[in-house]
DNA sequence: TGACTTGTAATCAAATTAAATACATGATCG
DNA sequence: CGATCATGTATTTAATTTGATTACAAGTCA
């Protein structure tokens, strides 16, 4: 099981918008970047519109992002891809016995411990912006050698 | 996506084990309190044992814990069914363009934040024992009303 | 108008999960 | 010793999910 990569590619996709920005950034263009297809980026462009992290408009090449890099964390992008819903990231077996003692209360008593452990995961992803991303990217490219 | 159940499943198989230690615990009884079938349960106290967290042997029903159940956290469990593989909780999309300043760096650029981020996590599932899930169990059940 | 773009639906193949079945092997007891 | 019950494992099946693909409607602009 793995979070699905909408999370990273949609990362991907607003690093990539924003270091492009003096050029008109199309989802083929995006789609190169990332190995994918248009479709795909499409999608989760659609997402990360209906968050309020983007601009895009129909028919017209270029999206922008909505608001300042450092104002958009890694936890605005998951949470606008959608995907791991709130207290979803652990299974649990349902109809477990009532007639146990274990089984009518191990839901009850496991779940606390399973939302804490998402909310300190997600909090993690809230403390990193695509500012972080972009600079983190930048700094590696200047430190490469590359001209 | 989510978490395989496997891990509650082995949470709630250990904390059943303990509270039912005066008499034997087999496959069956565990089944029929998690509601799932015997191979199910089989499967993952093969897993727990050979992790060392519990102690069974073939053809000999009732199965008992390896350790004190405060010595068991649920991480030693989430570790032991193998649900999730270091840094793997979330999926990168594979051959980004390297002819792209982002597609060459993002992998490298936002992995320490997963990492973290999964970390973080699993450190939340150590914090917890087998021994604090059954005395939660157990509280529940004496202010429930319950005889 | 024609070329290019976004938006969206529908389909498909691959991977993963848990359920179910089957059977070999070990232990126990009458 | 043989019947019964347990564990250990392999295999198959069905359901779900993911991402790739295809198709096409609709917006933009030279």
């Known amino acids: 099981m793995a979070i699905s990569s909408r999370f990273t590619v949609g990362v991907h996709i ?3 918008i924003e270091l492009n920005k003096e050029e008109k950034t199309s989802s083929e263009f995006l789609a190169g970047s990332v190995n994918t297809n248009p479709t795909l980026i499409r999608k989760i462009m659609g997402m990360l519109k209906k968050a309020g992290l983007i601009e895009v408009q129909p028919g017209i090449a270029g999206a922008k992002l909505a608001k300042s890099p450092s ?3 890694l936890l605005d992008v998951y949470k606008a891809v959608d995907v791991v819903h709130e207290n979803e ?3 649990l077996h349902e109809n477990t016995l009532y007639e146990c003692i274990v089984g009518r209360n191990i839901h009850d008593s496991i779940s606390p411990v399973l939302s804490a452990a998402q909310l300190s995961m ?4 809230g403390n990193v912006t695509i500012q ?3 600079q983190d990217i930048v700094q590696k490219e200047s430190g490469s050698g590359n001209p």
């Not at 997600?122 to 992803?125: D, M, T, V, Y």
């Open 14 to 16: 607003l690093a990539l």
């Open 122 to 125: 997600e909090k993690e992803l």
């Open 132 to 134: 972080d991303i972009i």
């Open 71 to 73: 104002d958009i964390s």
């Open 89 to 91: 990231l652990f299974s």
